[in-house]
């Protein structure tokens, strides 16, 4: 240690003083970062123009006046500071906003000589600073509607001549009635016009104004809601266009015997939702245009002539030609069957005990009620086939047993009639001879002299003729016209001077 004392004694004193030196340099660089950690945070934006080699001093003075010159003329940047270095631009100051200070960053970058900002803005938020100018900006825009007033009411005024005028068009119901018979087409024609005289009211007026961009953006939103709309009525817009297409084609006229869908019905009209029927059993029956334009259309009253069909059988052992002949003949002798197209049969199977025979007749099903036609052609032609000997059979099941069973039924059947049975039930004899069949025969006949003599007496009198009548029943008819005068403010769409598909 004694050699470390004495090289501490001998240090020249130019040592101490280069340690002095550095100490004060080290305090100097601590105390300048604490100051630059007291200033306001830095964000610096670049502008993108090329940046020049050589500096030029007073290229640096040119910014800094032409960025004053530029913030005294806008409110709220006259506080700003400025400082150019090297093209560096750096902005101080006070601004009472975040979007001052935007405002005031990005036009120092529009010069093209500016390298760079740093932005060191302060922020105030002053209540005061913030209100003036929004108070001064709704007096601004007050004040210009006051002086476009006469201008807005010429717009206006403008507008409303317009549409009255597309209005009055579209009221004119004898000019769309005599261009299109159509009554649907011609309302839609005339509600086409007055939504066309009203857009372009429309136009004429925003013109006037000077807001021809609002049309553009007026356009577009009707474009895109029309588009949403579009969807959400989808099936309002096609039955829409299916009653247009109705109306335009005339499937049917009012009183028309239809069947939609497998609905059947009278037609009382055709509105522009829905086509209305009056069912055969008097109720009201209301059908979808779109179902109805979509759908299978059977129209009886378009062909008067309608045909129906039934079977009789008749006993294998008769000749069906001469059934045919019989039926017929029963057939023809009715006043509501037509005799062009003629009444004919076809014989359509042989079973096992009977021969199936078919009739087909035609009526003219507006004279003639076409189930009460068929109802009394079948009572005809079967009391013609009885009356003329012909049996309608029912089927008949035969049973076979061998030769064993026959005998053991035999042998059995004496016993059986001599003894009790035990549960006091009755038993038949079983006879094999033929003249049990013809005892049945004897039965039947008896049974259907009885009938018939009980038919007459019932069928006597004067309200026999109208179970007998075929004609239509005018009571539903009688209902269809109420329901067609009965209008219930809807139009209706058929119309007999339309040409009909």
Do not use: C
Not at 129 to 135: A, E, G, K, Y
Not at 217 to 234: E, Y
């Amino acid at each position: 240690m004694l050699w470390l004392s004495t090289l501490l004694t001998v240090l020249p004193i130019t040592f101490s003083h280069a340690i002095a030196e550095e100490l004060i340099a080290a305090d100097t660089a601590l105390n300048s970062a604490t100051e630059e950690s007291n200033l306001p945070p830095v964000s610096s934006t670049t502008n993108d123009t090329t940046i020049e080699t050589t500096p030029a001093p007073q290229k640096d003075q040119e910014i800094r006046q032409r960025i004053s010159g530029i913030f005294s003329e806008i409110e709220g940047l006259n506080g700003i500071t400025i400082k150019v270095n090297q093209g560096v631009v750096t902005l101080g100051g006070e601004v009472p906003n975040e979007k001052k200070a935007q405002q005031a960053i990005n036009l120092t970058n529009r010069l093209s000589d500016v390298v760079t900002v740093e932005d060191r803005i302060s922020r105030t938020l002053d209540v005061q600073d913030n209100v003036t100018p929004v108070v001064k900006g709704l007096k601004n825009q007050a004040q210009g509607l006051i002086k476009a007033l006469p201008l807005l009411l010429v717009a206006i005024l403008v507008f409303a001549i317009v549409t009255w005028f597309g209005t009055w068009i579209s009221r004119r119901n004898q000019l769309w009635q005599r261009l299109t018979p159509n009554p649907f087409v011609a309302e839609l024609l005339s509600q086409t016009i007055k939504v066309i005289f009203i857009i372009l009211g429309l136009i004429l007026g925003l013109s006037l104004m000077g807001a021809e961009a609002i049309i553009g953006t007026l356009l577009g939103g009707a474009g895109v809601i029309g588009i949403a709309v579009g969807f959400a009525v989808k099936d309002t817009i096609e039955n829409y266009i299916s009653s247009l297409m109705l109306s335009v084609r005339q499937p049917f006229r009012a009183r028309d015997h239809v069947v939609i869908n497998n609905q059947e019905g009278i037609v009382v009209r055709l509105t522009s939702r829905a086509t209305i029927l009056m069912t055969l059993d008097g109720n009201q029956l209301r059908i979808p245009n779109s179902e109805v334009f979509k759908g299978t259309i059977l129209n009886y009253t378009k062909n008067p002539e309608r045909r129906f069909t039934f079977e009789l059988g008749v006993d294998a052992n008769d000749d069906p030609i001469a059934a045919i002949k019989v039926g017929l003949d029963a057939i023809n002798g009715l006043g509501f069957v037509l005799s062009k197209p003629k009444a004919i049969a076809i014989i359509t199977q042989v079973g096992d005990s009977n021969i199936v025979l078919e009739f087909q007749v035609w009526v003219n099903q507006a004279e003639t009620d076409f189930y009460k036609a068929r109802s009394i052609a079948i009572r005809e032609a079967k009391h013609a086939l009885e009356n003329q000997g012909f049996s309608l059979p029912e089927p008949i099941y035969r049973l076979r047993f061998n030769t064993d069973v026959e005998d053991a039924i035999k042998t059995l059947s004496p016993a059986l009639q001599s003894s009790e049975s035990p549960i006091g039930a009755t038993v038949t004899t079983i006879d094999t001879k033929d003249s049990s069949a013809s005892g049945a025969a004897d039965t039947d006949d008896k049974e259907k002299i009885e009938a018939k003599a009980r038919a007459k007496k019932v069928l006597r009198g004067v309200e026999a003729e109208e179970v007998l009548d075929a004609r239509p029943d005018t009571k539903l008819m009688e209902k269809v016209e109420q329901e067609i005068q009965e209008n219930s403010g809807d139009d209706d769409l058929l119309n007999s001077n339309s040409p009909q598909e």
